[in-house]
């Protein structure tokens, strides 16, 4: 056995350290190494758990997100096709209302036309009347004699009624 | 209302005066010549009045015809250019 190197006593010596290393080992190491490595394990399968939810929720909360946005889409169009139904109500009414304003103005305005063409008429009639009537004055200013101014006094008087004053 | 007393105290022998003595009314004839006696006397027995006042004739050329006769503010108007307002006033009435 020398011959071929092997020394025994050196080989039980390294067999019996390895062996103490071993219990050594067991003993003290290997739990709380093993008992770490679990830790560790735990931790990154725990971890791994949290990325898979995180993700199927980030994916829940953007198809949330979208379908809140066609909903919403969706309700600002029917609000707004109600707000130009109700815009239209209300230009055909604010129409009607000064077609109605505009015609009661034009029938005040023809009313007033009338009536200044009547008060008009009336002030001609008056004038034509007064000349005329001063035309016949003139005339007959002109035209009676003294005598004629005589006869027609003396008519006028024996004409007067009686008066009792 | 204060009156001042001198004027109050004339006021008031006029009014007396007035009232003591009886005048005799005054009347105005006015026509567009002098009327005759014939014609004053017509005027008398329509008005009343014209026998018991003293008439002052007057000449008025702006009257066409007829007479107008006054007494104080009463007035009787005759003559043919009220007949002529009144033609106006009818006329314009019509028309």
């Given at each position: 056995m020398e011959n071929l190197g092997i020394d025994v006593k050196l080989i039980v010596a390294q067999m019996v350290s390895f062996g103490v290393f071993y219990l050594v080992f067991k003993k003290f190491?290997?739990?709380?190494?093993?008992?770490?490595?679990?830790?560790q394990?735990?931790?990154?399968?725990?971890r791994d758990k949290l990325a898979g939810d995180l993700e199927k929720r980030s994916a829940q909360l953007e198809e949330k997100d979208k379908a809140m946005d066609k909903e919403r889409k969706a309700a600002l169009t029917k609000a707004i096709a109600a707000s130009k139904k109700e815009a239209l109500v209300v230009k055909a009414e604010i129409v009607a209302e000064a077609k109605k304003e505009a015609e009661a103005l034009v029938e005040a305005a023809k009313t007033q036309i009338q009536a200044e063409r009547e008060t008009m008429q009336k002030d001609m009639r008056k004038q034509i009347v007064e000349i005329c009537v001063m035309i016949v004055e003139k005339a007959l200013h002109d035209y009676l004699t003294p005598q004629a101014r005589k006869d027609i006094t003396?008519?006028?008087i024996e004409q007067a009624p009686k008066a009792k004053i | 209302m204060?009156?001042?007393?001198?004027?109050?105290?004339?006021?008031?022998?006029?009014?007396?005066?007035?009232?003591?003595?009886?005048?005799v009314a005054k009347v105005v004839v006015k026509a567009p010549y002098l009327l005759g006696d014939d014609e004053i006397q017509m005027l008398k027995q329509r008005i009343e009045?014209?026998?018991k006042a003293t008439i002052h004739q007057e000449i008025d050329e702006s009257?066409?015809?007829?007479?107008?006769?006054?007494?104080?503010?009463?007035?009787?108007?005759?003559?043919?250019?009220?007949?002529?307002?009144?033609?106006?006033?009818?006329?314009?009435?019509?028309?």
């Open positions: 190491i290997s739990g709380p190494l093993f008992g770490f490595l679990k830790k394990k735990e931790q990154e399968e725990l003396k008519h006028i | 204060i009156i001042e007393p001198k004027l109050k105290a004339d006021l008031k022998a006029y009014l007396l005066d007035r009232l003591k003595t009886k005048k009045m014209l026998g009257i066409l015809a007829g007479c107008i006769i006054q007494f104080g503010s009463q007035v009787i108007d005759l003559s043919l250019n009220s007949e002529l307002q009144t033609l106006e006033h009818i006329l314009y009435e019509t028309v």
